[in-house]
């Protein structure tokens, strides 16, 4: 399925993720501890400095729940729409045109799936068949040797 919130550039999670830790930093230097103490604070249960650190990563990123941005945009002092809306990058007429691409590649290839299903299907069905004509051919030819 083809997701119109990732692009070339990463998904918008992934790039709030990069963002963090200059977020910490512009934010008086901010510990990647001091902010999982404060999101637990705000009732994030299980927030460690390993949380974030995995949030911030470039590689085996965490996932981020909504609620989660949130969080940590209240932490850092930021306007969570105003933050989401820096983020996110509106898809170009190209990209708009690819992702039409892709969904009409997408219902092209359910529908020759369906059609190989239904071959294979009708091909089971010849078989069937063509081993009942060769059944009664041979009972034919001996009902005929036997005349």
Do not use: Y
């Not at 898809?91 to 590649?105: E, K, Y």
């Amino acid at each position: 399925m083809v997701n119109p919130v990732k692009d070339r550039e990463g998904s918008v999670e992934a790039r709030f993720g990069q963002q963090l830790r200059p977020l910490r930093f512009a934010n008086g230097n901010i510990s990647q501890r001091e902010v999982a103490e404060r999101m637990v604070a705000l009732g994030f249960s299980g927030w460690l400095q390993s949380t974030v650190a995995k949030t911030e990563a470039d590689e085996n990123r965490r996932p981020l729940r909504l609620d989660e941005f949130v969080g940590l945009c209240d932490v850092l002092g930021q306007d969570p729409a105003k933050t989401l809306g820096k983020l996110h990058q509106p898809l170009t007429n190209d990209d708009r045109r690819v992702v039409q691409l892709r969904a009409q590649a997408v219902e092209l290839q359910r529908q020759i799936d369906a059609n190989h299903a239904s071959i294979s299907t009708r091909m089971a069905q010849v078989a069937e068949q063509t081993r009942e004509l060769a059944a009664l051919r041979e009972q034919l030819d001996e009902a005929e040797a036997g005349e």
